[in-house]
């Protein structure tokens, strides 16, 4: 499967929502706070989709990545893959797929953040090159909530 842009009136951004909510949900009970997956509407994806770049894999969608640009960087944000299709690349895909929009973007360094309690996500990270540069807490916690991995990125990442 090849990624696809999803632009903010794109038929298939509901089915993107649907994705993100259904895989985000298994956090629940698992992560303090709770996701901000929760206060994502149809429009806010819409908004996400018109102001950054939202690219979807499989139709309906069965993976998609949020890409925002932020200074010096591309921040990769709302991976998802469905359960039924995990285990197939297309996390990787996706993340290729990152490497090369930023190098397209002349940025050389991709960013993410995923939760303190989300171990498994810590480990699919640094197999995928990511290197952990930072623990950050949500507001009115007093302990790190979020652990921030970033890329380093060569040109050879077109390839």
């Known amino acids: 499967m090849i990624p696809e842009r999803i632009l903010a009136h794109d038929p298939r951004l509901p089915e993107v929502l649907r994705l993100i909510q259904t895989e985000f949900a298994d956090m629940d009970g698992r992560v303090d706070p709770p996701s901000s997956m929760h206060r994502l509407t149809l429009g806010s994806i819409a908004q996400e989709a018109e102001m950054h770049e939202i690219w979807a894999m499989g139709s309906p969608p069965v993976a998609c990545v949020i890409l925002t640009p932020k200074p010096g960087r591309l921040y990769i944000g709302k991976l998802a893959v469905a359960k039924s299709q995990r285990g197939q690349g297309l996390a990787r895909d996706l993340m290729h797929h990152a490497e090369v929009r930023a190098l397209d973007l002349g940025f050389a360094v991709l960013e993410l953040q995923t939760r303190v309690e989300l171990v498994e996500n810590h480990a699919t990270f640094r197999a995928l090159g990511f290197e952990e540069c930072g623990r950050t ?23």
């Open 137 to 159: 807490a949500h507001v009115g916690y007093d302990r790190p909530t979020s652990i921030t991995f970033q890329k380093r990125l060569s040109a050879t990442a077109k390839v």
